[in-house]
């Protein structure tokens, strides 16, 4: 696929779709960012069937993820921001009635409780999740009617908002997704304006709370996670095995990789969690550094395409949403890029469109709906 | 209102703007970072965690060699592989060993034997993904079981194994020895790198002496595992050198023929080449199966073994001491001559007794009513014992103990036997270091017919006929004749016999001639019919003493405490072609219970075997 072709198509499609009346105006799409994801996508589909050891199940399986996904992507599309920004408050309740019920009646799933069983239908879905949309919907919501930069008690205001969701995840118990979901809530603050001095400040305060959060907070396995982070040699058959496989993997690859089907270390099933949370490994086997460059730059395509949206926005919610939920997205690709290759502690969060599973992919795909709506409904409002 | 949310509305807009600019920045910056770390992975480590990566997926595997096989002196296979099927278990591809046990326990039938030499192997020493055998010698049926349930077995395989088999079973189980499952110890001793693949061991005769030629060099191949170690393809591959071929001097159909001879009665004989010093047979009776020790003999056969009264487990030929009895009377006849003690003319009046002047203890002879006169010649045919009496009071222990040192007794002479016994050849300083106690001149007396401290076995008895047979001329008893089809040669061999005077030899072998074909000859009764000559000597070796004053009768003691016969002997006397040494334990006389042994191998070497007739 010629890179070539998207980067000319960039500033072209936008003066299309504002110049003439046509698809455009019956279905909301953004062609650019929907054909960057579907490139993400049919090659994760490849990278798939290698990490989960050439299973043509799991990629028809994932296949249907990715279908459904888009059909909701586009369907989020067609609403317009400023509905969303109506159902925000609603959306956010709804998603903490789920993290109750969680905590109340939760199915077990590996320990920590996280899904919630819809009784009837059978399936299960994880509210928080849920959350890593409701957040920053609800933050923005709170903040676009604000003046802005926000004011102290605004501050104060968002991070009770944040606070009550992550602090319901944390008890689940699940500290990653409970960060993650707080910082997509702080990035709607850094973009609202938040002063220097308070992200210097927030900054210090992490830095300072983090040996408390050590000796009180932190869960034996997760203090087990980081220590095997800074020295995996110091178990290297039971919690550094994943770390000192995923990193022979990487490393093995080399420049050009093994190619494709041919990396020994996830087809002969050294490497764990080949086609979730590590697949981002069995793509660096097979692919090499090459094929990890042409990743994260388009990768970065997609990141620029959500930051330019926003940056377009029409109005305040519009902007802080698709720039919180961007830099979220962000946030996912560097941790699983940066624990896959040891430079941080491991923690369940899978590459974002790659790795095997459903939830990930709807709450994804949800959000890149919403970016899609926010830059198909923008020439249709009155200026 | 509307015109202040405009103006905030701009600037709003400005931070946001800012705001993005730095969060692409931020992006990019990181994106880098993490570009970096790929990049330092991938391209500066890489050589790094390309060994890594190759170390995981390629294992160095040992490939046994297979084990030499064993044959006699006529292409008779003694020791065999056979392909056979093993039961195997990989301790790290069983997620449950209890259930797995309890599940296969169902499928096929598994004894606490196999059990626990299983989990005893399962905590020996051993590379990961190693199999372990559970059960050897598959039946078919239990193959057919046990491939119907393998997708309920994970780790559990149908290997083929070459086991070791001994189609002759007992009849060579003393002389070949066998195999059997190595040892921790054994382990030790050996280069572990040669025996990493290997699961079994020489244990004894043969089979343990020739261990290492036997086994052969052990090769590798480098093959590619995945992460459950099961091998996918093979990389590199260097050959195993098998073990080598080896044929030895033994003749089975000859073993056989002694193992009749012998019977049900406890016994041993060893029969030699005197030109070549090879063993024609060794043989210890009763023996055992030596197939039952290949894969781990059960606790029930083995207690069978040990508490059997006739001690099959012992070999006799190597192990078991006797008194050698007149079969001395030879060598000690020569050593009268040599050392001018005695000579053709020197006579001695046997009464029936012996007496030393001024001691009441009368030496008996064997014969009541005595010899009367004798000399050399008749006391060796007749064995007499009075004469000998004489001639060891006069020597002394010095001369006798010289003499049958030369002729091996009191030492180890075999070439390539182990766990053979010396036996005692006393002496004055063995006498005072082994009892406290000088040496008397009765001791000489006892000595002088073989009694007394004297223990030999059945194998020196064998190498001093030979030697006798060949004049002085040593050759170092062997059972190695070729390897790998080179004839081996130049065994080292003690110095050869030397006496003064060559007729010396001539006349003792007339003497043992006589004891076969003489009128009054002790084992005339065996030689009668013979179409060749044979020259030999019978013995008897007391079990128990007898009083002063008592008789021995056999009959009315119980069969353990009866005399041993014993007999040396070779021929044909004038181009010896094998000599032999027989013992039957508690089978009273030489004459009567050795003696037709020797003549029933004699007659199966020089005359029953037409293949060897025509050899010659």
Partial sequence: MAQGDFIRQLPGAESHFSRRPGLSDVIHIDWPLLVLLLILISSGLFVLYSGSGQSLADVKKQGIHFIVALVLMITVAQIDPAVLRRWAPWVFLLGLI????????????????R??????????????????????MMVSWYLADRTLPPSFKHIIGTLIIVAIPAALIVIQPDLGTSILIAASGIFVLVFAGLGLRWILGFCGCVAAFAPIMWLFGMKEYQKQRVLTMLDPEQDPLGAGWNIIQSKTAIGSGGLEGKGWLGGTQSQLDFLPESHTDFIIAVFAEEFGFIGVSVLLLLYAMIIYRGLYIAM???????????????????????????????????????????????????????????????????????? | MASREFKDHYREQRIFVNRTIAAVLVVFMMICVLAARYYYLQVVQHDVFSTLSDRNRMQLQPITPTRGLIYDRNGVLLADNQPTFSLTIVKERVSDMEETLTSLSDLIEITPEDLASFEKRLYQRRRSYESVTLKTRLTEDEIARIAVNRHLLSGVEVEAELIRYYPQGEDFAHMLGYVGRISEQELKNVDPANYSGTQYYGKLGVEGHYEELLHGKAGFQTVETDVRGRVLRVLEKVAPAPGADISLHIDTELQKVAVQALGERKGAVVAIDPSTGGILALVSTPSFDPN???????????????????????????????????????????????????????????????????????????????HGWVDLKAAIAESCDVYFYDLGYRMGVDPMFDYMYRFGFGQLTAYD?????????????????????????????????????MLTTPLQLATGAAVLANRGKWVAPRLIRTINEVEVTDVPSPEDVKVNQEWYWDYIIKAMEEVMHGRHGTARGSARGAE????????????????????????????????????????PVNNPRIALAVVVENGGGGSSAAAPVARKVFDAYLVGSTQLQAAN
């Fill in chain 2, 417 to 453: 036997i182990d766990n053979a016994r010396e036996g005692i050849l006393p002496s004055k300083e063995w006498k005072r270091g082994m009892k406290g106690l000088p040496w008397f001149p009765g001791d000489s007396i006892n000595m002088s017919i073989g009694q007394g401290f």
């Fill in chain 1, 115 to 136: 899904w919630l069983k819809i009784p009837g239908v059978g399936a299960r879905i994880q509210p928080s999740e849920f959350m890593k949309i409701a957040v920053p």
């Fill in chain 1, 312 to 383: 377009k926005g029409q109005d305040t919610f519009s902007r802080l949403l698709a720039g919180s939920l961007t830099m979220t997205f962000f946030v996912y690709v560097f941790v699983n890029m940066g624990m896959v290759s040891g430079i941080l502690p491991v923690v369940g969060v899978p590459l974002p469109l790659v790795s095997y599973g459903g939830t990930s992919v709807l709450t994804l795909m949800v959000s890149f709906g919403i970016l899609m709506s926010i830059q198909t409904h923008r020439k249709m409002l009155p200026r």
């Fill in chain 1, 98 to 113: 789920g993290l109750v019920a969680v905590l109340l009646a939760g199915a077990d799933a590996k320990g920590a409780q």
């Fill in chain 2, 292 to 370: 039952l020790f290949v894969t781990g003999i059960d606790t029930a056969s083995y207690q069978a073994l040990q508490s059997s009264p006739a001690i099959p487990l012992f070999n006799r030929a190597l192990r078991g001491q006797y008194p050698p009895g007149s079969t001395i009377k030879p060598f000690i006849g020569l050593a009268g001559l040599d050392t001018e003690k005695v000579n053709t003319g020197t006579t001695v009046w046997d009464p029936g007794y012996y007496q030393l002047k001024g001691d009441d203890r009368k030496y008996r002879d064997w014969k009541r009513q005595g």
């Fill in chain 2, 532 to 571: 060749y000559r044979m020259a030999g000597k019978t013995g008897t070796a007391q079990v128990i003493g007898i009083k002063q004053g008592e008789r021995y009768d056999a009959d009315a003691i119980a069969e353990e405490y009866r005399d041993h016969g014993l007999y040396i002997g070779f021929a």
